[in-house]
């Protein structure tokens, strides 16, 4: 089943119309659902029911957007609606088919370029759903934008919703984390080669093992010009950890306006503090493509844990796995 999902987002890649039809909508969610049974088997134990306001918070303030119209009619009697639009990598539809289901089918898909993905929700019901389902359980500067959509939604259709205040609980309690780390969260593997001493090399170098987790997030979010490092500072907090800081370039290839040139980043190798984070997704877990990185490199922790690393077999098979994470994962290709 993974070969025919990932056949279809290929297959999607492949098609030059700006909106997704629902034919293909529907054949992806069939799939991903089939692939990830347990998801509507195991829905209780999981508690991904209760926690989906959670998740959506934690991905609309890592990977959404908010737009905001002047109320009133355009030049061309045209009313004008908010919406909220969530922008992801195009092998992630089938995480945003099975959302959409959870959200009463509303929404459309949009594919831009060859690899952009993105989800639309502009009807005034499925804008009053968000709302409902993330309320208070903003922890970023978004959650001013929030309350701006409440103001708004007030005003327009006499709504008497009221602002949502800061979640400030601990991350590790609910599935907010998981959304925020689905949108800018690394799990990575870094092999280093054994070298032998040379006459350009002064001491030989030993072959070793490492991998880690990465959260990065710019210094200040674009749509409020407001500060991200309280968020930051408390998930570093949570997670037993430093926050660090540096100086990046706008990547302009990706058609934003640009990140902030100061980023924020969590960066973790401790096992110790990195068995945290395991035991974490595996009681909230990924729902994205992210979902199989983490769970090749849980499987590379406990091989560490173990020291399986340290034997000629599980090097190999640690570098096989690591060979398919992240942007070395492969596709099936349609011919």
């Not at 737009?67 to 009313?79: E, H, M, Q």
């Not at 708004?152 to 602002?163: G, H, Q, S, T």
């Not at 002064?202 to 093992?209: F, T, V």
């Not at 974490?280 to 406990?302: A, R």
Request: proline share 2%; glycine share 6%; net charge positive.
């Amino acid at each position: 089943t993974t070969n025919l999902l990932i056949s279809y987002l290929n297959l999607i890649c492949r098609i030059r119309y700006i909106v997704i039809h629902k034919e293909i909508i529907d054949k992806v969610y069939q799939l991903f659902v089939k692939e990830n049974i347990y998801l509507t088997r195991d829905n209780e134990s999981l508690g991904f029911d209760d926690q989906l306001g959670y998740y959506l918070a934690g991905l609309i303030e890592g990977d959404g957007h908010i737009f905001l119209p002047s109320i009133g009619k355009t030049k061309l009697n045209r009313i004008l609606n908010p919406s909220i639009v969530f922008t992801s990598h195009i092998n992630n539809i089938g995480m945003y088919t099975y959302l959409q289901s959870k959200l009463g089918n509303t929404g459309r898909f949009q594919k831009i370029g060859n690899n952009i993905l993105r989800y639309i929700i502009g009807d005034i019901k499925g804008i009053k759903l968000i709302i409902r389902l993330v309320h208070g359980k903003f922890r970023t500067a978004k959650n001013i934008r929030l309350n701006q959509l409440i103001k708004f939604m007030n005003e327009k259709y006499n709504l008497n919703i009221p602002d949502s205040p800061l979640d400030e609980s601990n991350i590790l309690n609910n599935s907010w984390f998981s959304g925020f780390v689905e949108a800018d969260g690394h799990f990575g593997v870094k092999i280093v080669k054994a070298l032998p001493k040379s006459e350009t090399r002064k001491r030989s170098r030993s072959y070793s093992i490492k991998i880690l987790f990465r959260l990065d997030q710019r210094a200040q979010d674009l749509s409020t010009n407001s500060s991200m490092y309280p968020v930051m500072e408390s998930i570093s907090k949570y997670l037993s950890t430093r926050l660090g800081k540096l100086k990046r370039l706008e990547n302009k290839s990706l058609n934003t306006k640009g990140r902030s040139k100061t980023v924020l980043y969590i960066y973790i190798t401790a096992p110790e503090k990195l068995k945290i984070l395991i035991e974490y997704f595996n009681k909230y877990p990924l729902l994205g493509t992210k979902s199989k990185d983490y769970k090749d490199w849980e499987k590379i922790y406990y091989m560490i844990v173990s020291k399986e690393h340290l034997t000629g077999s599980g090097r190999l098979k640690i570098e096989s796995l690591r060979s398919n994470m992240n942007s070395l994962r492969k596709f099936a290709s349609i011919t």
